[in-house]
């Protein structure tokens, strides 16, 4: 089974020092469960505990009462599967046509698209200095008043290497970014060589949003994934996180972050 | 539109005091999403700009590029509904039938299935003094080794009002707590009249799974969202959020939580 971490080199940025350290890093595994022979979902998870969350799952989704109605289940944790088969348990197309899409703090899903397997390496030669990034940072965190009132939302920004662009808080991360994404499409608004900031943690599925409008960098307060940091290098996206007074950690494409400004982003 | 925070009453515990107050609580909103006259997804997001989420949640998904592709976007804010039309787009059941369900900071998906309408109050007249839910949150935050080492995973604990019986990490919010039960369900592990503590938001979802196990106390260090705080009063949970230190807020079912320790959990 995977671990629980994983460890990654990482460019460690204080107001003193660049050295380069390694980090552990929280692992994203992907798990899929089928039932009664169907596939029904794949969890972004901690790689864990996998026969009970499968059961957990299905218990919560109202799909499983007690242990006593499986009549199998079988869990390959290095497929990342769990086959589990319960008797008296209909789910026709309907059950799939309805989902919710949770806030999570905040997380969503997104459908599981084919799309994102040719999501396009982002290309742009953008650069951004340490200053910068906290000088935006700092900018950022000043705008979170919803935050301030009722320390239940996320915030999300687009911004060049100077100044936010725009702004969105919702209580779903995913929901704050697909906000700002939405507002450039309909006011058109470039996103190609510009940041995003976003005060959750980065996993994969934010990083697929980020490269399919084009974007170089995303700077966060919080820490990547494993899978988050691996999609990121794949991807051409500097990912910078865990920026916290004046330290930052940057975990791919650290090619993009220079000590000395110059030119525009 | 709804207001992006609410204010709700609220029993604010501290060590030296508790006293009735009133506190703002970030708005949950559900937002259904209809693409050329199909039910597409229904979001949990805060209340503004839905205009821009309906188009955003569409590119992110691989469903829209452009904004002439639209040739319909009607948002109805009071139904919580946007029915939008893009040529060129077939959706046909293989779509709806593979999703990804991310791990958030961690959000998940549920299926939005009908079972939550029915899902029962909880009766149990179990009860926790104040003393014994900061011992239990000092437990809990001792236990999290993983998320000091990563800084990247939520923590999920089954308690009773002394011990914490099961603990659980992961970097989604609701796997924490579906591994939770489902350990539970494998091992015969009692739910009624326990307590649920999570390191992360609690949004309305998790109180329907909490509900369904029969749980009638939650714990978070963070706090709820507005439709969170509302689903645990009518569900019958005493949603206990913000334990920091030695202060608290009793959001709903306060009459659980009793000064005097008495009986047992």
Known sequence: MADEAERFPVLRITKEDISNTE???ASEFLFTIFLNDRELATLLCSPGNLRYLAVGFLASEGLLNSKNEIKKLEVDEWLGTAHVEIEGVDIDDSFFAKRLIA???GGAATF???ADANTPVVESSAEISPDEVFTLVNKFQHRSQLYLATHGVHSAALADRREILIFCEDIGRHN???KIFGECLMEDIPTSDRIIISSGRISSEVLH???????PII???SAPTSLGLKTADKLGITLIGSVRGKKMNVYTNNWRVKKKTDGNA
Do not use: T
């Open 23 to 25: 980090l552990a890093v």
């Open 219 to 221: 700077i966060s307060k």
């Open 112 to 114: 599981y698209s084919v």
């Open 209 to 215: 949003k980020v490269a399919k409008r084009g974007i």
């Open 176 to 178: 704050a970014i697909d």
């Open 103 to 105: 806030s999570g703090c």
